[in-house]
């Protein structure tokens, strides 16, 4: 796999989503937003790092009735497995199959996660304990909050494989950023590429928003003119 | 029915959804969990009582037109009926077919219900004047806050009757139990069972998470093996 | 078209959505409230405007791919030619289908509009930037907060034309008013008269309220009976 | 409750759908067709009968799991009751709460149904057997073909209540009409009325569709100029 | 615009919808088939022509609930005024925003279309009349059939616009090729390059197919290897 | 794995979707129906086979825009070596994430595997080619017809996993029964328990469906008392 160095996963974290998706499309990414999930917490600070995938299929009764099974190790308990498995600087994305009607994790395995330096969890079902979890300094991302228990619709079948997750196909080892405002997925071999063009998007812009917070018409400001562009140049080099 | 003391109630008040929900899987409830329905505010604290429910069917132009029924008394406004009908210490279940298209009510009767001690209410379509609903002492629960009158799309038809509230059975006399999390249903004649081991699961996980706060594996300490159980027994009789 | 002068529109903002609905609803018009949109902050205060309405089709890889067209005038950028084009007073209402696999627009857009003295803005569809747009004192709804960039899935193709938002029909010039609750579109034909109704039942809305918080029941107090009725007078001219 | 008389059904069964769903609006009723359900078999012809009703909740595992409660009468197994209470001349009408995960029932009910000279049965969740129905003489209206057996999701547990189907309301004894294209209740205080005016538009459309397959323009034919009725009126006395 | 030959239009009669869109997509063009309408007929044979658009709104009390208007001419009609506007060799397309609780059309506008010589019809909202639609020797295409008069939720706004249809781009004069599987909009500017490609790919999996029926594997075949491509050639040739 | 006769699959094609479906439920499964799949034609005859499985992700732009990727083997077309690796007498079951916006595969793969001899194939998803699939003597499943091609939203990612499909379970191996009203999914281990139970089933419903056609009410005959089951046995016997 391409190497993702710490200098990338920086820029990427100095980004925010509106940026990192415009990059994407730019290179001909329709789609990289994970639409329709929300942090637990309005304070979800930024955070960069590589996907670490969980698949879940609908459980059964046969496989997944007994809760006995949690003491279990191996295929038995691939979620137990999966959370010891993640590393620091990992973040776990599981694919729920969108269905909120179980929660996909509890504040238990956040805990354990966190504690280990796991980056951030992300789940297009729900999460159980949501309003401890957001109360957690661990990013933590889902369609819904629901209470009732995994194996009542789900099971967990697969890890580190190539999943999809709110509709956007996620493979292990792509980087995921988010923040407040929700979670993109960029593909691992165009990521330090990606992280460039991005912060000096993110600088730009940042620029452009004092010239329209000062009044200025969006023509010529935004996207800039070749006058707007020398004055950004020299903010910058100020 | 079968009698519900003060003490079952206070028990489950003491119990997150999480710990519900699993009690009601071990006795093979597969979901009892209001899923998709959010409290007016996130401060909302936890309560348990028991519900009194009230059904919608569609409004129907010859029937619901004209706001001056609300004047009038029986069969023609059962909604007022209801909101005096209930008494203190119950829980309003509002079966509104999942139509968040008009309010099933707004902060007026709210306010009536909240004076009257009752505990909670509950609808799986929307609330009017939710900013106000919010900021009231009094849990309320719904998919979403629309503004649009009742009449617009509901017609209430019948009170204390068994109904579905977002796809759970809600029976009159079950057992509400809610906090920022959500709305677990307990049926009624399970609740007191229910109440006694959610209690003990709930003070169990709590000591465990202490241990997973503290860097433990899941393996031994979530579930507990025998060692970290013999750890818990200590803790609780200390 | 109507006159609508400062009057109606401060009438209008001293009532909430709930009391507008009611007062359409009794002139025949069953869902005037857009379901389903969301403010990006809790603190949005409540305002009043005409409507200046943008119309958005899916996008096509010919006509929408290349982001360069971000600077071309006319018909080729319609969406900047429209935030260059609305007036202050006016609220900006987006038919974006409902499809919130896109941003309608950003805090850039936002910004501007806000600087031009926009009252609000409105889409169907989704904002980027939620986060900082939340924070702005500039009122913006949408369904969901998505970054990923607006021609990815839409383009704007005409400005001024009446439309759906939300399934409502939102004409150029409705009366459009709107705080943390919500939004409620009023045909411009009777905004004044709405607005007259409106502020007085709002008033006697906030004097019944007292009424039922000091422990009245429902009948007699809402609606009000003439005793009821005699008391608010006394009140109001007191 | 209104009497309906042989006539008034005879009207209503010589009209089409579009022409009911007409006179209706034309008297203020939005909505009475219902929406999403479909005939099991294409050569459903058109019949006339008043609704008697039944309503479904969500299933629970301590009251539905034991299948062998088929066996048992009264509340215990209502849909068996409903069955047998149904008269020859109605038509079943079930709310399903539009969930088709499982089947609202199968070829046995409906065999017994249609041997009872029950005109129709309409659920707006699914059928099972629907291969076996739709080549029954017996109009069966579903959303959907579903196997999976009743109480897997569903409990019957009230008849003749007022009920919401497909998002209409429906009352025992209304009038419901239908044909290959779906479904329209009809309330009962006014069958009469509307089977009047329903014959005579079915009468002069069809009228109207010979001069449109003539060629004829839309203007002055449909709808009907002076000349153009008054060629009507020579046609119908011919 | 870019002119359409009737060489074109047979080319693009004589491939199926698969064919169509898989030339789309190799020149970038991900979807452009009308996903989730379906023709009224099964027998429906395959038509191409040029679009022609109309845009529904919705309808709203005080414009649409009054059926007298159906007389009147110009903006207040502007349906009948498209049916009587729409030429022969065209194809009537309706934005009718994927709702249909009402009817975008029925048979009597449809039979004067096909009289005039249009084409065929096509809406992402419902018919009403559906089965006797389904008679005529005209492509009808719908999600739905629904009996509801089109009032009751759709207003017609305006034609010959750029459009969405079940969200995909319709811009008037695209062409618009279906059969009994769909309908495929193919974009004005390079019908003819595509109608060629298309043809070509037609007649080599037509001889492919023959192949596999044969008894031939995938590989070597689907796609085709050189010794295939070859064999093919002279089959083309003999 | 359990071995399958010939005998058990030879006695579960004798059965309906909705005795097997019965027959699971009382061993405590609630859903194995897939429910919202139809077969592309009505005259689909019943079979019985083994699910081979195959999974599909969200496609991206980066891996699955090139259709010269059809020539290639392996893990880049896992799609194609499906096709061929599935062996007579197997079910393919494709877990499409219930996507319809393009193919899970069209008409030249289904004759491919017809040709195997492979029983049916099945996606949650849609196929191409629908109208000629459903003239093959070969039974398909679907939610719908989409003439896109497969990559525009689908990879094929994984074989012979654990999956889930139209939200059931499918384990390789299981059996999988169908008939023109749909398909169930049968865990191997209960298969041939499932079969003779279901194959008694069905006779003795036969018999009990002259009964209720003979005029018998529900009551005694549906289901039998002690007199109907005698009368029963002397049918079998007969």
Known sequence: MTEITPETLEKLKRCGQGTLTTQLFRRGYRQ?????????????GRFAGEAFTLRFI????????????????GEENLQWEAVEAIAAGQVLVI???????????????????????????????????????????????????TASTRPAYHRAIGMQEPIGCAEVAVYPGDIIVGDADGVTVIPRAIAADVADDALEQEQREAFLLTKIEGGAPLWGTYPADAATLAEYEDWKSA
């Open 58 to 73: 609908p459980s059964r009764e046969d496989k997944d009735w007994d809760l006995g099974d949690l003491k279990k190790r």
């Open 95 to 145: 694919d729920s199959r969108g269905d909120t009607r179980a929660a996909s994790a509890g504040n238990m395995l956040m805990t354990r996660m966190m504690k280990k330096g796991v980056v951030a969890a992300i789940t297009d079902g729900a999460w159980r304990d949501g309003t401890e979890i957001g109360e957690m300094p661990f990013p933590a991302y889902a369609r819904a909050n």
């Open 32 to 44: 990289q937003f994970l639409v329709g999930l929300s942090p637990m917490s309005k304070e979800t």
